[in-house]
Structure formats: structure tokens, C-alpha cells
């Protein structure tokens, strides 16, 4: 058995558009309800949701038949949390607050075995289909996504140097953390954030590096694809839930004699 193609990652390197959607819910039912809607790719929230190993093993085997690539975000750039994300079969990892080379080099040192990382090794996991893939070793490192979140103005500032570590695929831009360190909180469509992050995704994509982010608006999400933006979420299972449920009882409202 040979190792399958990671297509997101291959995607974001040709720089083809990938239309994501965030998931936090922490359901391996709700995630299956997703998995063929057509989304290129779905984040795993692991550090704002109530998720944990067991519960992201059940999204990953809801999303396992469908075209649709799960990113993982860890709670935090932990290279025991990460091996074991690995060895569950995740795709590809969305590191948190990553704030400085040394943190990028540690989360791309997590993703690789020794000696070129720490990620400690097990010859039967998911992740290799309990050692049946006979060329996991050789190719695990081209088809990992390792994808690092800059959220404050200290990461904005060292992103060039933080996107040129070796074996980082992306740069994601986590607009409501950078937002209220720009003194915006909870507004991370303030125009101030965006004046941020434009500049330096513009210097990221001249370099060729894939960069990601999400929003909640649909326009707005096409207009940064339109703009080079690689990888963009669009929105997330918990606002389509809370705007669904609110939308159909105001229609039932407003029926009302």
C-alpha cells in the first residue's frame, strides 16, 4: 500500500485556491454532515473547542472518504500533542501563536522524524494504516501540512524569516488575535487589521509562500483569494448553526398573525 497525496498541500504549493471551513463543534457526526459539502479543506479546532484526541480521531474518520483535507489546530505548539495528532492519520497541522523562528522551527520539528525532528516513532498507526503503507517513512514529510498562525504584531514583524523556516508550507493570519493587539478587540474586520496584514501577505505571496486566514464573509473571503490569498475559511459549523437557527425563527416570526 502506497502512501495517499496530501491534495491540499500539493494544491496551496501550485498555488491553486483551497475554500475552507472551520470546525469546532468537536463532533465526529456534525463534521460528517460537512465532509461532502465540497469544501476544499476543514480546520479541526483543538484550541477554542471542547476537543480532544479522541473526539478529533472521529472527524478524521468521518472526512476520510471525502475529497475534503483536515487541518488540525493543536492547543498549542506541544511536540507530544503533535505526534500523536500524526499518528492518528491528521494531514496537516495549524500551529498557534507562533511568535518567532525558533517556535516555527520547533513546530516543523515535531512533523519530522529524528534526525531531522523529535517526533518519536511507531511502526504501526493509523497514520500508516497500521504499518501497511510500505512508503510512509520516505513521504510523510512532503504530504504533512505545516501550516503556522501569526496573531500578534511580534509575528507580523518577523513573518518573512518565520515563512522561510524549512518545512513550513503556509502562513495563516489569525485576524481577531492580531486585532486585539492592535487594541480591536473583537472586531477582526476592523480596518486597522486588514491595513496590517496586507503589507506583509503581499511580501509572504512575492516570495511565493501560501497564505491563509479566516473570515466570516463570503465576498470578503474571495476578494482575499482574488488578491493571492491561497487558503481561505469562510466560515465555521457553530456560525452556520447559531445564523440558521436564528434566521428560520425570525422567519416563523415574521409569518406570524
Known amino acids: 500500500m502506497k502512501m495517499q ?6 494544491a496551496i504549493r501550485e498555488g491553486k485556491k483551497q475554500i475552507g471551513l472551520w470546525a469546532s ?3 465526529n457526526y456534525s463534521a460528517e454532515v460537512l465532509a461532502t459539502a465540497g469544501y476544499d479543506w476543514m480546520l479541526l479546532d483543538m484550541e477554542h473547542s471542547p476537543n480532544e484526541i479522541p473526539l478529533v480521531l472521529g472527524q478524521l474518520q468521518a472526512l476520510a472518504a471525502s475529497s475534503t483535507t483536515a487541518i488540525v489546530r493543536p492547543d498549542w ?3 507530544v500533542k503533535v505526534k500523536r495528532l500524526l499518528d492518528i492519520g491528521a494531514p496537516g497541522l495549524l500551529f ?3 511568535q518567532s523562528v525558533a517556535e516555527a522551527e520547533q513546530a516543523v520539528a515535531a512533523t519530522r522524524y529524528p534526525p531531522r525532528g523529535v517526533r518519536g516513532v511507531s511502526g504501526a498507526t493509523r497514520a500508516n494504516a ?3 503503507v510500505s512508503d510512509y517513512f520516505d513521504r510523510v514529510e512532503d504530504e504533512t501540512a505545516v501550516l503556522v498562525q501569526l496573531e500578534t504584531r511580534q509575528a507580523m514583524d518577523q513573518a518573512e524569516e518565520i515563512a522561510a523556516v524549512d518545512g513550513i508550507t503556509g502562513v495563516f493570519f489569525g485576524p481577531a488575535d492580531i486585532g486585539a ?3 480591536h478587540v473583537g472586531q477582526p474586520m476592523h480596518p486597522a487589521v486588514w491595513e496590517h496584514v496586507m503589507p506583509v501577505a503581499k ?3 512575492a516570495k511565493g509562500v501560501p497564505v491563509g486566514t479566516l473570515v466570516f464573509d463570503a465576498k470578503f473571503a474571495a476578494q482575499l483569494l482574488n488578491d493571492g490569498f491561497t487558503f481561505v475559511a469562510c466560515g465555521s459549523d457553530i456560525s452556520l448553526l447559531t445564523k440558521g437557527a436564528a434566521s428560520l425563527l425570525a422567519g416563523v ?3 406570524l398573525e
Open 25 to 27: 463543534l468537536s463532533n
Open 96 to 98: 498557534p501563536m507562533v
Open 130 to 132: 497500521f504499518g501497511r
Open 203 to 205: 511580501k509572504l505571496m
Open 77 to 79: 505548539n506541544d511536540s
Open 181 to 183: 493587539d492592535l487594541g
Open 5 to 10: 497525496t496530501n491534495t491540499f498541500v500539493h
Open 253 to 255: 416570526k415574521e409569518g
